[in-house]
């Protein structure tokens, strides 16, 4: 069993920067592939950005609509993953949650096991 939480949501201006966080805990962290995901309003869930675990290093992978502005990083010791949002525009505004599944990358939602309970980015215009 994995527990995820975010933290780190808020309202911030466009332009303007956030960082999400995911604590993770329950089996080991590293043997488990992590996705960020968000939901704006009346659309379905979207993949933003994830990561396989590889050996030492790993391969991360990023929705079109983020490239060049988000960074997904993760601290192994700590069991956390986060989310750096730079230059951020008004439709990125969503309800934020970072996912887990055994071993290997999807960017499909339907692929993953286990979900934080979300955190809100709000980017004003």
């Known amino acids: 069993q994995v527990q995820l939480v975010e933290s780190g949501g808020g309202l911030v201006q466009a332009g303007g920067s956030l960082r999400l966080s995911c604590a993770a805990s329950?089996?080991?962290?590293?043997?488990?592939?992590m996705g960020w995901f968000r939901q704006a309003p009346g659309k379905e869930r979207e993949f933003v950005t994830g990561?396989?675990?590889?050996?030492?290093?790993?391969?991360?992978y990023y929705a079109d609509s983020v490239k060049g502005r988000f960074t997904i990083s993760r601290d192994r010791a700590k069991n956390t993953v986060y989310l750096q949002m730079n230059n951020l525009k008004p439709e990125d505004t969503a309800v934020y949650y970072c996912?887990?599944?055994?071993?290997?990358?999807?960017?499909?939602?339907?692929?993953?096991?286990?979900w934080g309970q979300g955190t809100q980015v709000t980017v004003s215009s």
């Open positions: 996912a887990a599944r055994p071993l290997y990358f999807s960017d499909s939602s339907d692929d993953y096991d286990y």
């Open positions: 329950g089996r080991t962290f590293s043997t488990y592939a």
């Open positions: 990561f396989s675990w590889s050996g030492s290093g790993g391969s991360t």
